[in-house]
């Protein structure tokens, strides 16, 4: 059973359109990462909570956003997608004691 | 600072033949060290990891890896490709306390040919 579920699968946006996407877990890990993955590249860590601490990578655009508004829940937020914003993005999470990250199957976002 | 290297971008093996793919890794604590497999339009998959003990780690699929301190290495080999290896490789290094951010390699693509 998926542990770490993103949806939707695939979503097509436009230019400047405000757009959320979503993960949700079943294990009650306390820390979950957003991870941005293009094409034929390493993912890159957006950021990330633990527990409720948001914590910002020195280099994800003001663009991005995340809520938590629970355990079981985190939402990345782009507030105005440009077409460099396509690409595949990566929710993941961790326990507090297992050091290992568990990620989910990934929304692929289109921006037209 | 923390980087990754994978210095194949694509293998190409035929089926059954073994393979190891390179890993190199530059950390300034104790690392932890992962390899993660993803199939194409899918997630990071576990394949396996070293966090301290013996440095031959087993992982799924008959897949091992070997941590070697001295070459700051951690190379995944695979004793016998099959056609359902095709997949892009990622090594990854994290810490081992705080919230255990992953620095990722830029990834090795296998292809198997039948």
Known sequence: DAMVIQNPRYQVTQFGKPVTLSCSQTLNH?????????????????FHYYDKDFNNEADTPDNF???????????LDIRSPGLGDAA????????????????????????? | AQSVTQ??????????????????????????LFWYVQSPGQGLQLLLKYFSGDTLVQ???????????????????????????????FCAVGAKTGANNLFFGTGTRLTVIP
């Open chain 2, 59 to 89: 992982g799924i699929k008959g897949f091992e890896a070997e941590f070697k301190r001295s070459q700051s290495s951690f190379n995944l080999r695979i004793p016998s490709v099959h056609w359902s290896d095709a997949a892009e490789y």
């Open chain 1, 30 to 46: 306390n820390v979950m990462y957003w991870y941005q993955q293009k094409s034929s590249q390493a993912p890159k860590l957006l």
């Open chain 1, 65 to 75: 956003q995340s809520r938590r508004p629970n355990t079981s829940f985190c939402f």
């Open chain 2, 7 to 32: 210095p194949d971008i694509h293998i190409t093996v035929s089926e059954g033949a073994s393979l190891e793919l390179r890993c190199n890794y530059s950390y300034g604590a104790t690392p932890y």
């Open chain 1, 88 to 112: 595949m993005y990566l929710c993941a999470l961790r326990d507090r004691v297992e050091n290992i990250q568990y990620f989910g199957a990934g929304t692929r976002l289109s921006v037209l």
